[in-house]
């Protein structure tokens, strides 16, 4: 049978891991032989970056808009994340795909898609679920680590929860290091990474790296967490210490591996997980 093609609504490639998210799914898509492209809400590349990553398969219908979107809608299914507000293209078939806290209600007529299954308010009910870890291990690895000669400090968006530096920590921001290689390089060389963001990739990235990252608040977009959240979540809490007690910096520094051996595995059944996804949609919304 004859599946529809996918939009998928996002900005332009930039740091952060909910778009590159989105551009990697329209990419796995397509490797999979589905027919994918995007439609990019917004330029939130780096001056002089392309607004798609060359490596991924990623077309973009941004030149046949609008004179060719009522024939493109009238087929197509729509993936919005939940950071789109309502449904302004008028999608007659949306998938909201719950990239952080859900904080909206889904649609009747909508497919909600929850990013971890630790996004839906009510835990109770069965979701539908696509995790894909935005890292990569050839990259973000403890392969080869110098001395742990720093500290570092992720302020992310629990920014405003920082009353007190940690002393001599190196920053990390959202445009230092400037490139993936070199954030790894820095985090191959950390001791403890500091962090105030309860939810980012930037703290599994640390801990791939042999850091140990130490949350020292827990919360996400004011959404407040616990122990047993983050726990939850897909990459767990191997690696991460919940306050700076000499006990639980060991647990913490003792667990790091269990980060790795989850990201392999995350990968591994990524793509079933997308196909688990296409086959759930495709029904959803068949023709």
């Not at 998210?21 to 001056?47: I, Q, R, W, Y």
């Not at 999608?91 to 909206?104: M, S, T």
Request: charged content about 20%; some cysteine; hydrophobic content about 40%.
């Amino acid at each position: 049978m004859r599946t529809r093609p996918y939009v998928i609504l996002t900005p332009s490639y930039c740091v952060s891991a909910g778009v590159r998210v989105m551009h990697h799914l329209c990419h796995e898509l397509n490797g999979l032989g589905f027919d994918a492209k995007l439609m990019l809400t917004s330029n939130l590349s780096p001056p002089g970056e392309p607004l798609v990553n060359p490596a991924l398969n990623t077309p973009v219908i941004n030149g046949l808009f609008p004179e060719h979107w009522d024939r493109i809608n009238e087929e197509s299914i729509v993936i919005s994340s939940d950071g789109v507000i309502g449904n302004p293209f008028n999608a007659k078939r949306l998938v909201r795909y719950v990239l952080g806290r859900e904080n909206q209600p889904t649609a009747a007529d909508e497919f909600p898609l929850y990013y971890s299954r630790t996004f839906p308010m009510d835990k109770s009910k069965a979701v539908h679920t696509l995790y894909y870890l935005p890292i990569d291990l050839s990259v973000f690895n403890p392969n080869y680590a110098p001395a742990r000669d720093q500290d570092m400090l992720w302020l992310g968006k629990g920014a405003k929860f920082c009353l007190e530096r940690p002393p001599g920590a190196v920053d990390i921001t959202y445009t230092w290091p400037p490139t993936r290689e070199e954030l790894a390089a820095n985090l191959r060389r950390t001791r403890y990474m500091y962090s105030y963001d309860a939810v980012s990739a930037t703290n599994g990235e640390a801990v791939l790296c042999g850091a140990v990252v130490i949350l020292k608040h827990l919360s996400y977009h004011d959404w407040e967490w616990t122990r047993a959240d983050v726990e939850a979540t897909e990459l767990g809490a191997g690696g991460f210490a919940f306050d700076e007690s000499e006990a639980e910096i060991e647990r913490a520094f003792n667990s790091r591996g269990e980060q790795m051996e989850r990201a392999r595995h995350i990968m591994a059944a990524y793509r079933p997980s997308l196909l688990a996804f296409v086959e759930a949609s495709q029904h959803r919304f068949r023709l």
